[in-house]
């Protein structure tokens, strides 16, 4: 895809010594977000999926639009799309949104798209935006899961101004109080390195054993591990207790945004509290890195007692998060016939692989611990 200049904005590949650039306006920008870093495009490329970063710019060179946009191949020809958490750019302004809808569709065009998927970072919901975006040709895309779409449609975020003590004074009491019951009972946490994403590896299988959900194989998080750790984008944190491995927690930051990417605790001292301590420590990292949000990531569309997933909310909101609730997934069609067989087939498709990465997930968790050295020592593919 060449670039082309459109008026006052014009929209290119980015360059591989444009990471640096690509990634500080990522980070700089409200709606950043790590899935929209250089850097997670390198972990996401490979086997299944190929990234190719775009950077607007305006007649003085100055960025003001960036995303990273992941094809992937499908089994009977032609690609699709996919923009998670993107693009980032300012949706109410329509010479950049023109100019990367164009740059979308001549992607699309060069890597013979069905579609391309787009996952606005805009919360709440702004019906300006809807229309812009329909004015451009997109459509909404399937609602899927109990999440509402491949990221989750709605997040609890934890607002971080005032510091670690204005965000403890703001917790639930009980929450308070089990942060420093944690303390009292001599959990402590520290900062895991890579090897010990083995250990944090074997907890969360316990985790999902324990709560009924699927998780990764640990190929892949040694690979996150790999991608995000030169750029100090990603922090292990272990909580223990008398030499024993409690809890677990995975933090991603970029810029002014934390996330808490995933955790895990153990099935034993659970009056020990250590997934609060895991909490609170990430929450402290966060804030002395800058941040002004902690992003404890998705939780269900029904935030009522007994949906799918409402236990998690439980413990997630007595950080006393604010629920924010994204733009939702939209498809901008680029070949009209398949896109509509798409919509009558990806059900199937998607469920599929979801089977699949299930299988593979079960079979990655009976290998024998004398495997895992090997997978230290390095992993290369896809995710």
Same mark, same amino acid.
């Given at each position: 895809?060449?670039?082309?200049?459109?008026?006052?904005?014009?929209?290119?590949?980015?360059? +591989?010594?444009e990471?640096?650039?690509?990634?500080?306006?990522?980070?700089?920008?409200?709606?950043?977000?790590?899935?929209?870093?250089?850097?997670?495009?390198?972990?996401?490329?490979?086997?299944?999926? /190929?990234?190719?970063?775009?950077?607007?710019?305006?007649?003085?060179g100055a960025?003001?639009?960036?995303?990273?946009?992941? @094809?992937?191949?499908?089994p009977?020809?032609?690609?699709v799309?996919?923009?998670?958490?993107?693009p980032?750019?300012? !949706?109410?302004?329509?010479?950049?949104?023109? +100019?990367?809808? @164009?740059?979308?569709?001549?992607?699309?065009?060069?890597?013979?798209a069905?579609?391309?998927?787009? $996952?606005?970072?805009?919360?709440?919901?702004?019906?300006?935006?809807? *229309?812009?975006?329909?004015?451009?040709?997109?459509?909404?895309?399937?609602?899927?899961?109990?999440?509402? #779409?491949?990221?989750p449609? !709605?997040?609890?975020i934890?607002?971080?101004?005032g510091?670690?003590?204005?965000v403890?004074?703001?917790?639930?009491?009980?929450?308070?109080?089990?942060?420093r019951?944690?303390?009292?009972? #001599?959990?402590?946490?520290?900062? #895991?390195?890579?090897?010990?994403?083995? $250990?944090?590896? *074997?907890?969360?299988?316990? /985790?999902?054993?324990? $709560?009924?959900?699927?998780?990764?194989?640990?190929?892949? !998080?040694?690979?996150?591990?790999?991608? &995000?750790?030169?750029?100090?984008?990603?922090?292990?944190?272990?909580a223990?207790?008398?030499?024993a491995?409690?809890?677990?927690?995975?933090?991603?930051?970029?810029?002014r945004?934390a996330?808490?990417?995933?955790?895990?605790? @153990?099935?034993?001292?659970?009056?020990?509290?250590?997934?609060?301590?895991?909490? =609170?420590?990430?929450?402290? @990292?966060?804030?002395?890195?800058?941040?002004?949000?902690?992003?404890?990531?998705?939780?269900p569309?029904?935030?009522?007692?007994?949906?799918?997933?409402?236990g &998690?909310? *439980?413990?997630?909101?007595? !950080? =006393?998060?604010?629920?924010a609730?994204?733009?939702?997934e939209?498809?901008?069609?680029?070949?009209?016939?398949?896109?509509?067989?798409?919509?009558?087939?990806?059900?199937?498709?998607?469920g599929?692989?979801? =089977?699949?990465?299930?299988?593979?997930?079960?079979?990655?968790?009976?290998?024998?611990?004398?495997?895992v050295?090997?997978?230290?020592? #390095?992993?290369?593919?896809?995710?």
């Amino acid at each position: 895809m060449s670039a082309t200049v459109e008026g006052p904005v014009w929209v290119r590949r980015a360059r +591989a010594d444009e990471a640096r650039v690509f990634d500080e306006f990522v980070a700089q920008h409200p709606a950043g977000s790590v899935l929209q870093s250089w850097e997670w495009g390198e972990l996401r490329g490979g086997q299944h999926w /190929t990234a190719h970063r775009l950077l607007a710019r305006d007649t003085r060179g100055a960025v003001c639009g960036a995303a990273s946009v992941l @094809s992937r191949r499908l089994p009977l020809g032609g690609s699709v799309l996919y923009l998670p958490r993107g693009p980032v750019l300012d !949706f109410r302004e329509p010479l950049v949104l023109d +100019a990367m809808v @164009s740059a979308l569709r001549r992607l699309g065009a060069a890597e013979r798209a069905l579609l391309c998927k787009i $996952d606005p970072p805009v919360t709440p919901p702004d019906p300006l935006v809807a *229309r812009a975006l329909r004015a451009r040709g997109f459509v909404v895309g399937h609602r899927r899961g109990h999440f509402g #779409g491949l990221q989750p449609r !709605f997040n609890v975020i934890v607002p971080l101004e005032g510091g670690p003590q204005a965000v403890l004074d703001r917790c639930h009491t009980k929450t308070r109080y089990n942060i420093r019951l944690a303390a009292r009972r #001599g959990v402590s946490v520290r900062l #895991g390195r890579r090897d010990e994403m083995v $250990d944090f590896h *074997r907890l969360l299988m316990t /985790t999902c054993e324990r $709560d009924g959900f699927a998780e990764r194989a640990l190929p892949y !998080f040694l690979r996150v591990w790999d991608a &995000l750790a030169p750029a100090g984008m990603i922090e292990l944190h272990l909580a223990e207790r008398d030499g024993a491995l409690l809890a677990g927690g995975v933090l991603f930051t970029l810029g002014r945004h934390a996330v808490y990417a995933y955790g895990a605790s @153990s099935n034993e001292q659970r009056d020990a509290m250590a997934p609060y301590a895991i909490q =609170w420590s990430m929450l402290n @990292s966060a804030c002395a890195r800058g941040c002004s949000l902690y992003d404890m990531t998705g939780v269900p569309k029904q935030l009522v007692e007994g949906a799918p997933g409402y236990g &998690l909310y *439980r413990f997630k909101r007595g !950080f =006393w998060p604010e629920v924010a609730e994204f733009q939702g997934e939209l498809d901008l069609p680029l070949e009209p016939v398949l896109y509509r067989l798409w919509n009558v087939a990806e059900p199937s498709w998607w469920g599929g692989q979801v =089977w699949v990465r299930r299988q593979v997930r079960r079979l990655e968790g009976l290998k024998r611990i004398a495997e895992v050295p090997a997978a230290i020592q #390095g992993v290369a593919g896809a995710p």
